[in-house]
């Protein structure tokens, strides 16, 4: 396997995109259509050390982590620092269309933007729950685009850096509109996923599982129902108020009360029995859904 190419800086992503000296050092929007492929760097897995969001709206052969994905027109998708690329097929300039926003976490480090980006989960999505756009909701999203890329060609002055992050996080709150009319869109299909996934927790917290292998994760349930861990998140937030976490806390705190007041056992052997490494995790757990810890609740109850 050829080992991971790591893009570190704009500079170097264009020196190796054959693109001219971008014109500001932390930010730069590809055009699609005059892109083509590099023969020397097809199959090779690369990353980069910033954030990209990409709408292309033709298949150009991209393979992401181990997925192979087509891009269908109007589609956009979101890529964090670290994660691999690959380019799998060859293209020739004006094949493609559609653009690739580049920004490095340096260019939003002392902004506002800089503790809400974790909060957008879609830059952790799998390809195959990439955004998809309606017309009208593209062309917002060009027009954005243009804007950032308005600021940057311009003189830089004391305004240019705080008018690009601005767009970038207009850019965000509209991709987060325009996801939560997606999983409206798709309710039917999230309905099913739903089930599922309540299937899945109750086996689980109703076997031997809990003991031997402790509290499982969401990734546990995002593998069975074939979805990434925020993606899934996400959709079970919106089709039930609750995310993954809490409906899993929710499971261990009624199983909780039901071992206190029908068992003799200690505290901490419950703790053990559902799954803690340590007994202090499971009181604290319990205290913040009840308002108890887990001894109170015995003596009340």
């Known amino acids: 396997m050829a080992n991971t190419l790591t893009i570190q800086t704009i500079t170097q992503l264009h020196e190796l995109m054959g693109y001219e000296k971008p014109k500001h050092p932390l930010v ?5 259509s005059k892109m083509k492929s590099n023969k020397d760097f097809l199959n090779v897995p690369m990353t980069a050390d910033m954030y990209m969001i ?8 991209l393979q992401y982590g181990r997925t192979n994905y087509d891009f269908a027109e109007g589609v956009l998708a979101f890529f964090a620092p670290g994660q691999v690329v690959t380019q799998t097929e060859e293209f020739k300039e004006g094949e493609n269309s559609g653009w690739m926003l580049f920004f490095h976490p340096d260019l939003i480090r002392k902004s506002s933007l800089a503790p809400k980006i974790k909060h957008y989960s879609f830059f952790s999505y799998d390809v195959n729950e990439a955004l998809h756009l309606s017309d009208q909701e593209r062309k917002m999203l060009y027009d954005t685009v243009e804007k950032i890329i308005y600021e940057y060609n311009q003189n830089i002055d004391a305004h240019t850096q705080e008018l690009i992050i601005n767009s970038i996080e207009l850019l965000l709150n509209y991709s987060s509109r325009f996801y939560e009319r997606q999983f409206h869109t798709r309710a039917n299909a999230h309905k099913d996923v739903v089930t599922q996934f309540t299937t899945l927790l109750n086996d689980y917290m109703h076997s031997d599982l809990l003991a031997e292998k402790g509290i499982p994760s969401i990734g546990y349930f995002a593998d069975k129902v074939h979805l ?9 937030k919106k089709e ?3 995310n993954a976490k809490d409906q899993i806390n929710e499971h261990l705190v009624e199983l ?3 071992e206190l007041l029908n068992s003799s056992q200690t505290v901490s052997e419950i703790a053990y029995k559902l799954g803690f490494n340590y007994p202090h995790y499971f009181t604290r757990m319990f205290k913040l859904h009840t308002g108890q810890t887990p001894n109170d609740y015995r003596t009340i109850n």
Do not use: Q, R
């Not at 730069?28 to 699609?32: G, P, W």
């Not at 990409?54 to 052969?61: A, I, R, V």
């Not at 990434?228 to 079970?236: A, M, P, R, V």
């Open 28 to 32: 730069s929007v590809l055009d699609v």
């Open 54 to 61: 990409s709408l292309k709206d033709h298949d150009c052969g």
């Open 228 to 236: 990434s861990g925020n993606y899934l998140s996400d959709l079970l």
């Open 240 to 242: 039930t108020g609750k």
């Open 256 to 258: 909780a009360k039901n």
